[in-house]
């Protein structure tokens, strides 16, 4: 157990709608890292933020934006979702980087678009 | 942008065979990660490799840095099956990771 939660584990939506996955890091991490995976894509970076404010945008699409609160916990909201956003969404969690802080991936939300 | 590159991306080897897997990033780094990923899971923290000529070891596997040769190994001894999965690489620039391609390792018995 890396000690990053994700939720939901499992999510069925349709073309179109919009929704929301939700991250808490492990205990006195700042920063939080979102990433997508999928078969044809690879692991694919889309954005981090450290305590509360972003920090490194990777490829995020437009239609989605993620957000860290006070508390740290981070939520990556999809909208307009198409059946090519159908992926593995992992959230990771560090302390902070460059002092050789490796970081940790949560178990992932996968999302099927149908 | 930092490039992190592997090779092979696809490893098929038979049980009790030695291989390394290669790890080649653009730019200065003496900070480099390996994660293994069985299918569907999540990655999962191998080794932390933070200067120039760092070995590290876990039970069939090693890994080494380069940062010279910008170059990271990850050697495999006496392969099992257990070890079939995915390896990745990551490069951290003290402002953000940047992943390989992946390994994807097939021990067949």
């Known amino acids: 157990d890396s000690g990053v939660t994700q939720t939901p584990k499992h999510l069925i939506t349709a073309t179109g709608q919009r929704v929301t996955l939700r991250c808490s890091p492990r205990s006195g991490d700042l920063s939080v890292y979102w990433y997508q995976q999928s078969l044809d894509q690879g692991l694919q970076f889309l954005i981090q933020y450290y305590n509360g404010e972003e920090r490194a945008k990777g490829n995020i699409l437009e239609r989605f934006s993620a957000q860290q609160f006070p508390d740290l916990h981070s939520e990556l909201n999809l909208s307009s979702l198409e059946l090519g956003d159908s992926a593995l969404y992992f959230c990771?969690?560090?302390?902070?980087?460059?002092?050789?802080?490796?970081?940790?991936f949560g178990e992932g939300s996968w999302l099927t678009v149908v | 942008e930092l490039k992190v590159e592997q090779n092979p991306l696809f490893l098929s080897m038979q049980e009790g065979k030695n291989y390394t897997i290669y790890c080649n990033y653009s730019?200065?780094?003496?900070?480099l990660y390996w994660y293994r990923q069985d299918p569907g899971k999540s990655l999962e923290s191998l080794f932390v490799l933070l200067s120039n000529g760092a070995v590290k070891q876990e039970g069939r596997l090693m890994a080494s840095l380069d940062t010279k040769a910008r170059l990271s190994t990850l050697h495999i001894t006496a392969a099992v099956h257990d070890l079939s999965a995915t390896y990745f690489c990551a490069v951290d620039n003290g402002n953000q990771f940047y992943f390989g391609t992946g390994t994807s390792l097939t021990v067949i018995p």
């Open positions: 990771a969690s560090s302390a902070d980087l460059g002092a050789g802080n490796t970081i940790y």
């Open positions: 730019t200065t780094s003496d900070r």
